[in-house]
């Protein structure tokens, strides 16, 4: 059974910090390429930042680039979202997908809720 499971959420105040986790499994995770994505309420869900397979490149959003970092750990089959300097414009559900390298198969996590205020 495929799993995306997310945690890390919570509530933080502007300029705070907080780490995503997305745990996968029933899938083989170095063949994915990892995403975040996140919503807002009232919004599209939008795209956050990415990262290959091996973990070689990454892409951000432009409304996020210098304070998250994303990064993934194939022998722990884990990927983290590091956020930084959080603002309230940053407050969504944040989702974690992976999509299949040279394949349609592509798998959402159940998101994590992120709330900056202060």
């Known amino acids: 059974q495929v799993r995306l499971l997310e945690s890390g959420g919570g509530l933080v105040q502007p300029g705070g910090s907080l780490r995503l986790s997305c745990a996968p499994s029933?899938?083989?995770?170095?063949?994915?390429?990892m995403k975040w994505y996140r919503q807002a309420p009232g919004k599209e869900r939008e795209f956050v930042a990415c990262v290959t397979s091996d973990g070689g490149r990454k892409n951000y959003a432009e409304s996020v680039k210098g304070r998250f970092t994303l990064f993934r750990d194939n022998r722990k089959r884990v990927v983290f979202l590091q956020m930084h300097n959080l603002q309230l414009g940053d407050t969504a559900v944040y989702y974690c997908k992976a999509e299949g390298l040279g394949s349609s198969n592509e798998y959402w996590g159940q998101g994590t809720q992120v709330t900056v205020s202060s």
């Open positions: 029933g899938f083989t995770f170095h063949y994915y390429v």
